[in-house]
């Protein structure tokens, strides 16, 4: 069992994390913008939980860390601080809180301990082509066959699929008279027979997502997660506490960071346009940290944040696309004066970074889908 840090004050449980990431964290990995992935994701995973730091949201029983919502606050500012690099870890953010809240026993044996040791990795199958933002249209049929389900159809985007050894799906199970009904969700491994998958280069030319076909896959019926036909309220249901990090602004605030680092000796600041420019970014992102800082007050609070989330996660992505904007102009000023003191690296730093930030505004709810949300929160919209 990892250790309970429930009980040390804040400034302890900061300092011991923040010395924990000093000694073990490799120096070539802190960078937000880098996402550890295949054998490295796996190693840190390890890492994690050897050391007694895995999953913290995780309730302890089933072997997390079992923070507070003050902790686990905490625990995300320490980590972003401190500038680790992102990792999908589908396992720990989103299969072992659905398993918790509605799996088998048997499926938690199967699942939990490995995820936390960082053996098994999962891919979210969720996408299709036709069904993105309309998610419910989805037309991966599931048929049952005695003790099993025989699968066909088609998921797309599906992140890391190659290196990840586990997959979660949706599937339709039966004809309902409305598409979010009739929906069930399904584990299995990405390797069975049935399974095919051939990448998509991103724009940075890596293979980062993939198309996934199920050609006759047969899962047994016990790979279901909670009833049949109930995988729309198990997709769901998410614990809300991990939600509101996505709408941390710190992807926004390190490049901010390389923009002032990029401005100084390619003297912009004396640019009256840029200097407005920049101190208006700069504004901005005030207003994100103290609307980010505000949803970390409510989910301690225990309030009901409703759509306050989608806004954050919409301000924080925008925000993080404007800086990388500014970012890419500098950079491109910055070639056309060879010997300004900017470095080839940091120039190539700036494009990675513009090309890296362009997803943000589409993944987990494009930016036009999370502002539908807000209008009918916030008009009187009917649907
Ligand atoms: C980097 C990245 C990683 C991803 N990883 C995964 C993954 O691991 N697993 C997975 O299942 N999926 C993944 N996705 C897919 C992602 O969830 C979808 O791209 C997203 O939901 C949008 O769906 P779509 O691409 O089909 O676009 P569409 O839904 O077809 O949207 C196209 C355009 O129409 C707009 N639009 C759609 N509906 C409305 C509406 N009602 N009102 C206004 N505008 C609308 C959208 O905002 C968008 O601009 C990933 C996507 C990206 C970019």
């Known amino acids: 069992m990892q250790p309970d840090r429930n009980a040390m004050s804040d400034a302890d449980f900061a300092a011991e ?87 088998t026993e048997a499926q938690r044996a199967a699942c939990l301990r490995p995820i936390l040791e960082g053996t098994q990795t999962w891919c979210q199958g969720y996408s299709e082509p036709g069904a993105g ?35 979660y799906f949706l599937a339709r199970t039966s004809a309902a008279p409305k598409k979010q009904m009739g929906i069930s969700l399904f584990l299995v491994r990405r390797d069975a027979p049935g399974i095919t998958v051939r990448p998509i280069r991103n724009l940075l030319g890596e293979r980062e997502f993939y198309e996934v076909f199920f050609d006759d896959l047969l899962v047994p019926a016990d790979a279901v997660v909670g009833a049949v036909d109930q995988g729309w309220t198990v997709a769901k249901a998410l614990l809300g506490h991990e939600r509101f990090a996505q709408g941390s602004p710190a992807l926004a605030r390190h490049t901010y960071r390389l923009l002032c680092a990029m401005a100084g000796p390619l003297g912009a600041f ?97 930016a036009e889908v999370q502002r539908n949300i807000m209008a009918r929160s916030l008009l009187p919209l009917r649907d």
């Open 17 to 103: 994390l923040r010395a924990w990431l000093e000694a073990v964290y490799p120096p070539h990995w802190r960078d937000p913008v880098l996402r550890l992935r295949g054998r490295d994701a796996e190693w840190w995973y390890a890492r994690q939980w050897q050391d007694g730091w895995r999953a913290p949201a995780w309730p302890r029983e089933h072997g997390g860390l079992g923070l507070s919502v003050e902790k686990l606050i905490l625990y995300h500012r320490v980590t972003e601080d401190f500038g680790i690099a992102r990792t999908l870890d589908h396992g720990v953010k989103q299969v072992g809180p659905i398993l918790v809240q509605y799996g």
């Open 133 to 167: 933002s309309d998610l419910a249209a989805l037309r991966t049929r599931a048929e049952r066959e005695g003790d099993s389900f025989r699968v066909n159809g088609q998921k797309i985007w599906t992140t890391q699929a190659e290196e990840s050894t586990h997959l």
């Open 270 to 366: 004396d640019d009256p346009a840029f200097a407005d420019r920049i101190a208006r970014l700069g504004c901005d992102l005030s207003d994100a940290d103290a609307l980010y800082a505000e949803n970390c007050a409510g989910v301690a609070s225990g309030a009901d944040l409703g759509d306050s989330l989608p806004i954050a996660k919409l301000v924080a992505a925008e925000l993080f696309q404007a800086m990388t904007e500014c970012l890419q102009d500098l950079a491109a000023e910055a070639r056309a004066r060879p010997g300004c003191g900017v470095s080839a690296a940091r120039i190539d730093e700036a494009a990675r970074v513009y090309l890296m930030s362009r997803p943000y505004t589409i993944f987990g709810g494009t």
